[in-house]
Structures are given as C-alpha cells and as structure tokens.
C-alpha cells in the first residue's frame, strides 16, 4: 500500500484481501449520496476472523496513521457475540471520507478479544461498555472498571445480552403483578 496514497473503496478492501487472506470472510461496499449536491460517500462493510482481528487494526494505520473509531457496536446473534467496529479513514478529508465497518463475531463459548487501546487509546470507552453490557472480555485492557452500571448491578448479567445472562430475570412484568 502506498503510503500517503488515498485508496478508493475497492482498493481498499483489495489491500486487505491481499494481506490477510481467508482472513477475510466478506466484504462489501454502500454506495449513498447526499445533499443538495448529492455527493457520494462510501461504506465498507468488512466480516474477519478473530484470528487477524489485531493485525488488521494495526494494518488499517497504514490506510491513515490516525483512523477514526466512532464506536463499537454489538450484537447477540444467538451462539456468537458480533462486535462491529466503525471506524472512518480519510477521516477529516472534505468529502473523501469512508466508513469502515470491521465485524468479528465470537462464540459465547470464549468471548475473547484482545483491546486495541495501544492503537487507538480513544477505544477504551468503548471497550469497557462492550464487557459491562455484553459480557465480552477484553484482553489486555488499561481500565477494566465498570463505567456504565453501578457497583451493585449484579455480577454475570449483561443489559444487551438475549440470553439467560440478560436482564429478563430483573425486570418486573407489572402487568402480571395482582393488585
């Protein structure tokens, strides 16, 4: 990859296919236009393998020394935990901005993943939400507290989870209590 060379979307998903092989299991691009103007903007949506999750942000610095992480988003698919990192290249570049959504699913069996806080520091607030509300652990992370539930909020439950680890069992159903 050149450096300093502004890639297109599919150049983009190319390099990665070329560095990381099987490693990368799908990839597609979003067109959109909008405004007055209708100028195009483009997202890539990207499905890893765990196994060259680090290497792959690590990768992505040479796309943009600084890529924007806006968040990480999770799902519970059922079996797996999805995690989905959006990250933005060319962040900052009037109308040469591209979204790059980075999912990695993780079977509940071994919800592990290693943190990316020694890239991108800014992740760690996402990180920490991602173990408090999903039950993932973050390997390696600097600060591991609880940030968004209280000390008292019972140990082994997750808000975001649709499992027995939910919060199905603290909810009240007040339309079934008898008055």
């Not at 405004?35 to 796309?63: C, H, N, P, Q």
């Not at 698919?77 to 900052?92: Q, R």
């Amino acid at each position: 990859m050149a450096k300093g060379k502004r890639l297109t979307p599919e150049e983009i998903v190319k390099s990665f296919k070329d560095e990381f092989k099987t490693g990368i299991k799908g990839a597609t691009i979003k067109r959109r236009t909008t405004g007055v103007k209708k100028i195009e903007f483009a997202d890539i949506w990207m499905k890893i393998d765990k196994s060259i999750f680090k290497d792959l942000v690590k990768y992505l610095t040479k796309l943009q020394k600084y890529p924007h992480l806006a968040v990480v988003s999770g799902n519970d698919l059922g079996k797996t935990i999805e995690l989905i990192y959006h990250f933005s290249v060319y962040y900052g570049v009037p109308q040469g901005e591209i979204s790059l959504n980075i999912s990695v699913e993780l079977p509940k069996s071994n919800l592990t993943i290693e943190t990316i806080c020694d890239i991108i520091p800014g992740a760690l607030i996402t990180e920490r939400e991602k173990q408090e509300m999903l039950g993932v652990k973050i390997k390696d992370i600097p600060d591991g507290r609880r940030l968004f539930l209280s000390d008292d909020f019972p140990e082994g439950v997750y808000p975001w989870r649709k499992d027995e680890t939910g919060p199905q069992k603290l909810a009240r159903n007040l339309h079934e209590v008898k008055k």
